[in-house]
């Protein structure tokens, strides 16, 4: 603790060195650290890291809110990798060359009198005296801290939005929109066989959002335990992404032998969680904690999947008021 203590000294006062220096008498015979000559194109040299610092920190904050900008991760690991180089450049400065150092033929006494406290105290604040313009160093130093700071705090802002999460509600889908397969093309519904796993996805939409992936799968219309008219000719679509992590489903567990093997499920690999398609995506086995949101589908007049509307609830992985409320489209 006393390691601790005298740090935390140490840094206090060589903040406020040169505030506190005059306490001591300006005699040399009452110095414990001889006085250093000012390094002006040192000190000017901080300044400029401490600046850059600053600035790095800033184009990585301003690197990260641009979502579309080509090499994005690298550029990220440039501009913080870049701001940590030059700090860690600007400490060995002060070290080397705008701290004033000293010999000592034998080590510090036992800290535990107050005076050699003082002593210690004096040391720090005499060691400095190579800075001529304190408090721009500080301010800059503060800056460059802050920045940083700053940098590093910026990406718990993908974690989502504390207050406003009606934006994790949305999806894409909506009365009427198309559904397509991986390549594109629109989705028949003459096409879709039973014991067959179906990946789609909004015509027209952007499918990298959460609420845009489904799985279709076509069941005995028989077998169906809820929502039959959401199922034209036991066809279901559910979201595709699971509701206890956000991983993909991407198993569909169809039994070989049906007299005793479980009856068909949606599973996650990651996890494990299994849901029931034949029931309202109900959960039956592992972590997920509610039921995939089952979209609402129906045949035109041409055959093709449409979505009659939108999901039975929010998509992704469950967290706090989940249960509040129901998917919607803008």
Known sequence: MSRIRDALISGLVLLAGRRRAPQWPRDEERRVVEAGPPEQG??????????????????????????????????????????????????VLIAHRLIVTEELEHPYPPDEHPEEVGELEQ?????????????????????????????????????????RTESLKWTPW???????DTEGSPLR?????????????????????IGAPLVVVRLPPRELRTRHDWAPGGIVAFSKICTHAG???????????AAVE???????????????????GKVIFGPAGRALPQLPLEVDGKGFLRAKGNFSG????????VRRGKAYTS
């Open 42 to 91: 040192a000190e000017n040299l901080l300044l400029v890291l401490l600046g850059l610092v600053a600035a790095c920190s800033i184009a990585f904050v301003v690197v990260y809110s641009i979502d579309h900008l080509a090499h994005r991760t690298q550029y990220l690991g440039l501009t913080l990798g870049g701001a940590f180089v030059v700090l860690a450049a600007a400490c």
């Open 247 to 257: 991983c993909a489903v991407a198993l569909y567990r169809k039994p070989t032998f």
């Open 189 to 209: 519904a003459d096409d879709v066989e039973e014991g067959t796993f179906y990946t789609a996805y909004p015509e027209g939409a952007d499918r990298e959002l």
């Open 262 to 280: 479980p009856r068909p499920a949606l599973v996650c690999p990651c996890h494990y969680s299994t849901f029931d398609p034949a029931d309202g």
């Open 123 to 163: 040391i720090v604040a005499e060691s400095g005296s190579r800075f001529t313009r304190h408090r721009l160093v500080v301010t800059a130093g503060l800056g460059a801290a802050g920045a940083l700071g700053l940098a590093l705090i910026t990406p718990a802002l993908s974690l989502g939005p504390a207050f």
């Open 174 to 180: 909506r009365r009427g929109r198309r559904l397509v």
């Open 314 to 321: 929010p998509v992704g992985p469950s967290w706090w008021g």
